[in-house]
T-cell receptor, first 113, second 115 residues
Framework: DAKTTQPTSMDCAEGRAANLPCNHS???????VYWYRQIHSQGPQYIIH???NNETNEMASLIITEDRKSSTLILPHATLRDTAVYYC??????????????FGTGTRLAVRP | EAQVTQNPRYLITVTGKKLTVTCSQN?????MSWYRQDPGLGLRQIYY???????DKGDVPEGYKVSRKEKRNFPLILESPSPNQTSLYFC??????????????FGPGTRLTVT
């Protein structure tokens, strides 16, 4: 299973872009990068995922490097409600494990007023 | 509204008293799963179900049972709870694989304390 490495914490000013990095240097060719977030002990919330192309949705953008060894989640205009722990996950594949998501410790993002 | 619901949200119980945490989803998802979250350990999968009557162990199944008699429900059963099962529990569901990965929808969590 590919492991991910994220900074423990970050902060950004409200209204500015938040760029959250993730390293996944052992990712294999058919593994996706997923991002989830968890706001204060609520259930984790799916944000975005990608394989090798950059992706954008209404919540965020995901930039994956060409060698796929790292990625960046971008929240274009962070608000106070974006304060949460952000998890970068490489999806475990295989029938024996189902769709297990292996959550690490994530990045605690604090958005400052 | 599409959602995953869990009940109860909070529960304090005593060692050995059987309990069930219910999980229900209204999105017709085939895949459902239970996780527990503990400080410093992240979320760990307990059991999962690929479809009705199909369940399998996750990483930490000891002390837990599940059943999947209907597509929408996936209860978590603790036959004889112990203090080390004090944790925050999440149920999750996801749609059938669409070839490009799939996202999981999580319930609001159940905070269980076993004394």
């Amino acid at each position: 299973d590919a492991k991910t490495t994220q900074p423990t914490s970050m902060d950004c000013a409200e209204g500015r872009a938040a760029n959250l990095p993730c390293n996944h240097s052992t990712i294999s060719g058919n593994e996706y990068v997923y991002w989830y977030r968890q706001i204060h002990s609520q259930g984790p919330q799916y944000i975005i995922h990608g394989l090798k192309n950059n992706e954008t949705n209404e919540m965020a953008s995901l930039i994956i490097t060409e060698d796929r060894k790292s990625s960046t989640l971008i929240l274009p205009h962070a608000t106070l409600r974006d304060t949460a722990v952000y998890y970068c996950i490489v999806r475990v594949k295989g029938k024996s494990s189902g769709d297990k998501l292996t959550f690490g410790t994530g990045t605690r993002l604090a958005v400052r007023p | 509204e599409a959602q995953v619901t869990q009940n109860p949200r909070y529960l304090i119980t005593v060692t050995g008293k059987k309990l069930t945490v219910t999980c229900s989803q209204n999105m017709n998802h085939e895949y459902m799963s239970w996780y527990r979250q503990d400080p410093g350990l992240g979320l760990r999968q307990i059991y999962y179900s690929m479809n009705v009557e199909v369940t399998d162990k996750g990483d930490v199944p000891e002390g837990y049972k599940v059943s999947r008699k209907e597509k929408r429900n996936f209860p978590l059963i603790l036959e004889s709870p112990s203090p080390n099962q004090t944790s925050l529990y999440f149920c999750a569901s996801s749609p059938p694989h669409a070839g490009t990965g799939r996202e999981q929808y999580f319930g609001p969590g159940t905070r269980l304390t076993v004394t």
